[in-house]
Structure formats: structure tokens, C-alpha cells
């Protein structure tokens, strides 16, 4: 079933949206960016069709809805603590593919891992359902085609957006009441198949290649240009890790909250254990880390895809430049490199 709306038609859908779920999807923060004078994009509520940016890709994932940067868990006094609550009314959110294969992805890592269920995700994430947003081909960042994450079919709605108003695909049955009225057209949505940027998928299935590419000197390289900042895992669509921090109200450090908050591997301490002593204590050692859990590790132990969707937010957060596609890419010479290493022996 697909529909034709003015931009005025999308707003009364919207209102009517508005009234039995909380919509969330990109939305512009003026003068909010990384540099004066710049802008931000980040998931937020939105009120009218004027408020969702549909052209550019935002600069921080949808996971923040679910999962956001910081967010109180408990609340303590003296003798007792109560968990924190949250509203109950439903989400839909608008996100384009990659951002919902990341929730698939984000979902392995919190339910169900290793027979624990993370309340805090569960609780907000039974709440979404999804409408995918058209990619108008992507941004010279993407690289979903190359991780197999450019097509979904874990959406109720899929929109196309102009500046004249909107195409949409009602795929949920129980969406179609809010179209009632709306001039039908035929509308199906249609994903990107190609993607400027590429990546060679290194194959790392040998224990002893993924041991020598440990020690490659193509690590070396981040030693210099890693600041350790950590924006790439803060932008990324599916890093999970976290740590809690504790809010005293007062005097009395018995009573406050506790917040759980984004942690970063990226950044020196993050694995630091009793007696100082650090797994990776270098800029080179935390990217390798990184780099390879997303293209590796994740794999190894769920299975059936990597770990990373091919966003692309990193290489654009990053304040050295560093882009993830090349990185990769480097690894793949290494291994390949390693392997004919081992062959003439
Ligand atoms: S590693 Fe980079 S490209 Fe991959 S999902 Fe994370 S932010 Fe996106
Ligand atoms: S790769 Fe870039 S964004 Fe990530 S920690 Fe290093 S300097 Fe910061």
C-alpha cells in the first residue's frame, strides 16, 4: 500500500502518528557542531515534517533512543534504592538501513548474551518500531554494501522524502488507519546497491595470520595519528560499552543516582585493572582492537555477520582523519601479505 503526501498531508500524519507514539528521527542543532559556526545532527522527537533532515546523514546513530549516551539506572538513599522508569508510550523511529541492522546487531550483544537480558536496553528497545528512510545514495562515507547492511525488512513504514513532501510504503497493517484519506500512489522502496567507498573483508579464519597481523607494523601508523579521543566508538551505530558514574545530590554521599554512560576503547585506561596494568596501552594496540572486534572478534562469536554496518560515522567524527575503510583495507593488504609470507617458508 503506498500514499502521496504534500508536506502539509505529512504533518497531519505526523500529528496523528504523534498521538499514539513518540517519533524520533534526524533532526538539526544549530550551532551545536564540532566547529563554530556548525551544526549537529542527532536523533531527537520530532514535531512537524520540517524538523526531520532527510538529506544528510546524521552525525550521531539512532541507537541513542534506545541507548542513550548517559541515562540514570538507579536511584539510592541511605537504606534503599529504586530502579529509574521509563516512559512506556511507543516509539517509532525513523532510520535508514544500516541504523536498523545495527539494533539487530546491538540486540545479540544485550539480550540474551550469555544468559542475561539488559533490562535497560530491553525495556526501551520493545517499545521501536521502525520506519526506514530513503538514503539518497549515501554519503562518500558509506560502505554499507560492502557489510551486506543496505537492505532491511525490520520496518512498518519506508519513506521517501523530497522537499515537496513524502512517498511512503505502509508494510505494518496497523499504520494504515493513520493514511486513511491520503491520495494513494505506488510507492516501493528501494535500498542502495552501490556505494562509492569499498572494503576488502580481510580473512582472518587462521589463528596464525590473525597472530602475525598482531604484531604488524601497519599498526604503528596510529600510534602518530590516534589522539585516543574515543568520537569514533561515541559516533558508531553499534558499540555497546559502558561504565556507571554515581550523581551525589548533596552533602550526604549516600544519596544520588547512578548513571551508566558510553565508554570508550579507544580511549588509555579503558581496560586498566587493579595495579595500573593495561591489556593495550598504546593508541596502535586500542585500533587494533577495535578494528578487529568490528571485523573479526563479533563474528567469531555470534556468528553470522560483522560487526560493524558500514555507517561510516566513524571516519566522519574522527578529528585525525582516520577512516575506517582504509584501515581495513590495510589490514586486508597485511593479511594478504602475511599469508605469502607463509607460504614461501
Ligand atoms: S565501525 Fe564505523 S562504519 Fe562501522 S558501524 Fe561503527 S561507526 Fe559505522
Ligand atoms: S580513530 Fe579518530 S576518533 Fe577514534 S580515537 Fe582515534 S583520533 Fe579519536
Same mark, same amino acid.
Given at each position: 500500500?503506498? $500514499?502521496?503526501?504534500?508536506?502539509?498531508?505529512?504533518?497531519?500524519?505526523?500529528? %496523528?502518528?504523534?498521538?499514539?507514539?513518540?517519533?524520533?528521527?534526524? *533532526?538539526?542543532? =544549530?550551532?551545536?557542531?564540532?566547529?563554530?559556526?556548525?551544526?549537529?545532527?542527532?536523533?531527537?522527537?520530532?514535531?512537524?515534517?520540517?524538523?526531520?533532515?532527510?538529506?544528510?546523514? +546524521?552525525?550521531?546513530? #539512532? *541507537?541513542?533512543?534506545? &541507548?542513550?549516551?548517559?541515562?540514570?539506572?538507579?536511584? $539510592? !538513599?541511605?537504606?534503599?534504592?529504586?530502579?529509574?522508569?521509563?516512559? !512506556?508510550? =511507543?516509539?517509532?523511529?525513523?532510520?535508514? =538501513?544500516?541504523?536498523?541492522?545495527?539494533?539487530?546487531?546491538?540486540?545479540?550483544?544485550?539480550?540474551? /548474551?550469555?544468559?542475561?537480558?539488559?533490562?535497560?536496553?530491553?525495556?526501551?528497545?520493545?517499545?521501536?518500531?521502525?520506519?526506514?528512510?530513503?538514503?539518497?545514495?549515501?554519503?562518500?562515507?558509506?560502505?554499507?554494501?560492502?557489510?551486506?547492511?543496505?537492505? !532491511?525488512?525490520?520496518?512498518?513504514?519506508?519513506?521517501?522524502?523530497?522537499?515537496?513532501?513524502?512517498?511512503?510504503?505502509?508494510?505494518?497493517? +496497523?499504520?494504515?488507519?493513520? $493514511?486513511?484519506?491520503?491520495?494513494? #500512489?505506488?510507492?516501493?522502496?528501494?535500498?542502495?546497491?552501490?556505494?562509492?567507498? *569499498?572494503?576488502?573483508?580481510?580473512?582472518?579464519?587462521?589463528?596464525?595470520?590473525?597472530?602475525?597481523?598482531?604484531?604488524?607494523?601497519?599498526?604503528?601508523?596510529? /600510534?602518530?595519528?590516534?589522539?585516543?579521543?574515543? #568520537?569514533? &566508538?561515541?559516533?558508531?551505530?553499534?558499540?555497546?560499552? @559502558?561504565? &556507571?558514574?554515581?550523581?551525589?545530590?548533596?552533602?550526604? =554521599?549516600?544519596?544520588?543516582?547512578?548513571?551508566?554512560?558510553?565508554?570508550?576503547?579507544?580511549?588509555?585506561? @579503558?581496560?586498566?585493572?587493579?595495579?595500573?596494568?593495561?591489556?593495550? +596501552? &598504546? %593508541?596502535?594496540?586500542?585500533?587494533?582492537?577495535?578494528?578487529?572486534?568490528?571485523?573479526?572478534?563479533? *563474528?567469531?562469536?555470534?556468528?553470522?555477520?560483522?560487526?560493524?554496518?558500514?555507517?561510516?560515522?566513524?571516519?566522519?567524527?574522527?578529528?585525525?582523519?582516520? +577512516?575506517? !575503510? #582504509?584501515?581495513?583495507?590495510?589490514?586486508?593488504?597485511?593479511?594478504?601479505?602475511?599469508?605469502?609470507?607463509?607460504?614461501?617458508?
Amino acid at each position: 500500500m503506498g $500514499f502521496s503526501l504534500s508536506v502539509s498531508q505529512a504533518d497531519a500524519v505526523l500529528r %496523528a502518528l504523534k498521538k499514539d507514539y513518540r517519533v524520533y528521527a534526524p *533532526k538539526r542543532f =544549530p550551532k551545536q557542531g564540532r566547529y563554530s559556526d556548525t551544526d549537529i545532527i542527532r536523533y531527537a522527537e520530532v514535531d512537524s515534517f520540517a524538523d526531520i533532515v532527510w538529506d544528510t546523514k +546524521s552525525d550521531y546513530p #539512532a *541507537k541513542e533512543v534506545i &541507548t542513550p549516551i548517559q541515562q540514570a539506572i538507579f536511584y $539510592f !538513599t541511605e537504606d534503599e534504592y529504586r530502579a529509574s522508569k521509563v516512559k !512506556t508510550k =511507543p516509539i517509532l523511529l525513523l532510520a535508514r =538501513p544500516c541504523d536498523i541492522n545495527a539494533q539487530r546487531i546491538q540486540a545479540r550483544i544485550y539480550a540474551g /548474551n550469555g544468559g542475561y537480558d539488559d533490562l535497560y536496553y530491553i525495556r526501551v528497545r520493545e517499545l521501536v518500531k521502525f520506519a526506514v528512510m530513503d538514503c539518497n545514495g549515501g554519503d562518500d562515507t558509506c560502505f554499507c554494501v560492502s557489510m551486506g547492511t543496505n537492505r !532491511t525488512d525490520d520496518y512498518a513504514l519506508a519513506l521517501k522524502f523530497s522537499a515537496d513532501g513524502l512517498l511512503v510504503q505502509v508494510a505494518d497493517e +496497523s499504520f494504515a488507519p493513520y $493514511f486513511q484519506d491520503m491520495p494513494q #500512489a505506488e510507492y516501493s522502496h528501494a535500498f542502495v546497491e552501490e556505494n562509492e567507498l *569499498k572494503v576488502t573483508i580481510p580473512d582472518l579464519s587462521d589463528k596464525a595470520v590473525r597472530m602475525a597481523l598482531k604484531s604488524h607494523s601497519m599498526w604503528q601508523e596510529y /600510534n602518530s595519528r590516534c589522539i585516543s579521543c574515543g #568520537a569514533c &566508538t561515541v559516533a558508531c551505530s553499534t558499540c555497546t560499552c @559502558f561504565t &556507571t558514574r554515581d550523581v551525589i545530590y548533596g552533602v550526604n =554521599p549516600e544519596v544520588g543516582e547512578r548513571r551508566r554512560v558510553t565508554a570508550s576503547c579507544q580511549i588509555s585506561g @579503558f581496560d586498566q585493572m587493579a595495579g595500573q596494568s593495561e591489556f593495550r +596501552s &598504546t %593508541a596502535a594496540d586500542r585500533m587494533r582492537y577495535k578494528v578487529l572486534h568490528k571485523f573479526h572478534d563479533y *563474528k567469531a562469536r555470534f556468528g553470522e555477520e560483522h560487526m560493524c554496518v558500514g555507517c561510516g560515522r566513524c571516519t566522519h567524527r574522527c578529528p585525525e582523519l582516520i +577512516s575506517i !575503510t #582504509a584501515t581495513v583495507n590495510k589490514v586486508s593488504a597485511a593479511v594478504e601479505e602475511i599469508k605469502a609470507s607463509m607460504a614461501s617458508q
